[in-house]
């Protein structure tokens, strides 16, 4: 009945929320119940209307608080992306206080993959040529009529495989090249943004 009363009452012009026997401090709460009906209490928000919202009122009818919707899973989604993004913009300008200091690091961090790619073809070429002379060794064998011990075929068969894992390791070097060109570039481009708008 107290909830029913407050409405009735707001909704007589003229009439005061005051009352001579009105303590200090009362407030009043205005939430929308879940049939759509704008709702006056003493008491406070039911838990299960918290989330959608309210205002706390002074006996005078004035609003001293809103309390706004819990955001919704989208808008909490677009929230916490605009965080993240802002706390890589930080991450970015901390990382790098200059576009030179950026693209000192690119061409460093390319010239070690880049060094790297040159040591893996020198072993490849190594094992080219170790490859080579067990071979020729092999045949030597053959032009004997004896048959070519198993260890050699073996030798034969261990220098294959790692030219076969030395090619595959140049052809990673390649894609993280091209994947960290393609990243720098894009960190470049925001902090070329982030610096100007300083």
């Known amino acids: ?13 003229g009439w005061s929320l005051a009352a001579p026997g009105d303590a200090p401090g009362v407030r009043l709460y205005r939430y929308t119940d879940s049939r759509g009906v704008t709702v006056l209490d003493t008491q406070g928000v039911p838990p299960e209307y918290v989330s959608k919202g309210y205002q706390v009122l002074n006996t005078q009818g004035r609003v001293i608080q809103t309390v706004a919707p819990a955001p919704t899973a989208a808008e909490l989604q677009v929230r916490q992306a605009a965080q993240a993004k802002a706390q890589a913009d930080s991450e970015l300008l901390d990382r790098y ?36 002379s067990l071979q020729s060794q092999a045949a030597a064998i053959e032009r004997s009529n004896q048959p ?10 261990s220098v294959r495989r790692q030219q076969a894992e030395i090619g595959q390791q140049l052809a990673g070097f390649e894609q993280q090249k091209i994947s960290l060109a393609a990243s720098y570039e894009q960190q470049r481009a925001r902090l070329e943004t982030l610096l ?3």
């Open 1 to 13: 009945m107290r909830r029913w009363l407050l409405v009735a009452v707001l909704a007589v012009p």
């Open 97 to 132: 206080p200059s576009l030179e200091d950026l693209d000192k690091e690119k061409t460093r961090r390319l010239a070690d993959l880049d060094n790297q790619a040159s040591l893996a073809r020198n072993r490849l070429q190594l094992l080219q040529q170790q490859q080579a």
């Open 148 to 157: 070519v011990p198993a260890a050699l075929g073996g030798q034969i068969d």
């Open 196 to 198: 100007t708008n300083q």
